[in-house]
């Protein structure tokens, strides 16, 4: 079965650039997706489609695709990012999340 | 704006049938350009998908899952259900019904809405 790979945990000062790596076999040839999940709230949809933003989401929070690896960029990271972020992807007609990374805002 | 409400037992015995109701408001199920689905969440855990639906009965299972999973909609209430059979304590989690959107082939379709979640303890 297709798997999505993502570290654990993350940190970074505010004010810095945060990467959030997902890995997968050949994901760069499918579309990757983002979601935040602060406690105790369902995960919210931040990048969808590679690198597309939904009304309402912060420039940013940007994403890429290519290769093995999507990633989730956040630049000027503010305590408001702290949160849970799950990649997702298709694998056929089945999905799959990877299993989440969580951001601390040192 | 599109909401989804789960509703259902907050607790189920071991062995028994775990089912969830998904309401949608402010969109319909019966709508060609979404597909419904649910995802689930263990304490502490990571997200797991379920399964998602199409409106006209077309449905797609995890495969670690669909032995014991079957979900279904009903048009009349603009509803959507989950229910997933004997149950063990492993799936005591927090559940979440989702929409789907996108077009064209699966792989650009995301989930753009969801509900709050609830939690399901399995316990006798």
């Known amino acids: 079965s297709y798997e999505l790979s993502q570290p654990p945990s993350v940190s970074v000062s505010p004010g810095q650039t945060a990467s959030i790596t997902c890995s997968g076999d050949?994901?760069?040839?499918?579309?990757a997706s983002w979601y935040q999940q602060k406690p105790g709230q369902s995960p919210v949809l931040v990048i969808y489609?590679?690198?597309k933003r939904p009304s309402g989401i912060p420039e940013r929070l940007s994403g890429s695709n290519s290769g093995n690896t999507a990633t989730l960029t956040i630049s000027g990271t503010q305590a408001m990012d702290e949160a849970d972020y799950y990649c997702?992807?298709?694998?056929?007609?089945?999905?799959?999340f990877g299993g989440g990374t969580k951001l601390t805002v040192l | 704006q599109v909401q989804l409400q789960e509703s259902g037992p907050g607790l189920v015995k071991p062995s028994e049938t775990l089912s969830l109701t998904c309401t949608v408001s402010?969109?319909?199920?019966?709508?060609?350009?979404?597909?419904w689905s649910w995802i689930r969440q263990p304490p502490g855990k990571g997200l797991e998908w379920i399964a998602y639906?199409?409106?006209?009965?077309?449905?797609d299972y995890n495969p670690s899952l669909e032995s014991r999973v079957s979900i279904s909609v009903d048009t009349s209430k603009n509803q959507f259900s989950l229910n997933l059979s004997s149950v063990t304590a492993a799936d005591t989690a927090v559940y979440y019904c989702?929409?789907?959107?996108?077009?064209?082939?699966?792989?650009?379709?995301?989930?753009?809405?969801w509900g709050q979640g609830t939690l399901v303890t399995v316990s006798s």
């Open positions: 050949k994901l760069g040839d499918k579309f």
């Open positions: 402010g969109g319909s199920v019966s709508s060609a350009n979404y597909y």
């Open positions: 989702a929409r789907v959107g996108g077009s064209g082939s699966y792989s650009e379709y995301y989930f753009d809405y």
């Open positions: 639906m199409y409106y006209s009965g077309s449905t």
């Open positions: 489609q590679d690198t």
């Open positions: 997702q992807a298709w694998d056929s007609s089945t999905v799959v």
